[in-house]
């Protein structure tokens, strides 16, 4: 019971301790994830093209979308076929008719990631568009890693 209760003390101690400091160094990518779950965009590159990906529930969207849910942006293409998501305010329907808006920083990629770096809209809500750190969201059916460059919440 006492070297229970003197563990427990420790732990306490140690989490007294270790709290402000992991608060202050993790605390806008822990608000941003935190807010991740609802629907969600995410502009992703897939190597040799970009994608605008609608996910319903934006904690769980590490899948290969189905096509009503992607879209493909056919403007401001760079040489390799990549979107320029930055500097412009472009758009892209998808097959379900819904059109997403969205208008990013040019100095966006100079930004910390999960920073705010623009707005997006559709018809139904307005979105915070903010950097994501480039994780490979899945994997496309040609084997291309998809990694999501921007979110929209
Ligand atoms: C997008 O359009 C708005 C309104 O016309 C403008 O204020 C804004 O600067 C544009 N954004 C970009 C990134 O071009
Ligand atoms: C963003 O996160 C990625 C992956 O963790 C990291 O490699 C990169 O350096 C970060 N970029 C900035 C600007 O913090």
Known sequence: ?????????AILLATAIAGPLAAVSTSGDESAQL????DGIHLVNCVTYSAVIFCSDDSNCNFNP???NECI???HLNSKGLE??????????FSTGVTFFWG???????????SVVGSGTNSLQGFTIRKDDQ?????????HA???IYYAL
């Not at 807010?35 to 609802?38: D, E, G, V």
């Not at 930055?86 to 329907?93: D, F, L, V």
């Not at 994780?135 to 084997?143: E, R």
């Open 1 to 9: 019971m006492f070297v229970s209760k003197l563990a427990t003390t």
């Open 35 to 38: 807010t991740k779950r609802a």
């Open 66 to 68: 189905s096509s009503g």
């Open 73 to 75: 942006p056919k403007d």
């Open 84 to 93: 320029i998501w930055e500097g412009t305010n472009s758009s892209c329907t």
């Open 104 to 114: 990013i920083e040019s100095n966006a990629q100079s930004q910390p990631n999960f």
């Open 135 to 143: 994780h490979v969201m899945y994997t496309d059916g040609n084997g």
């Open 146 to 148: 998809c990694q999501s």
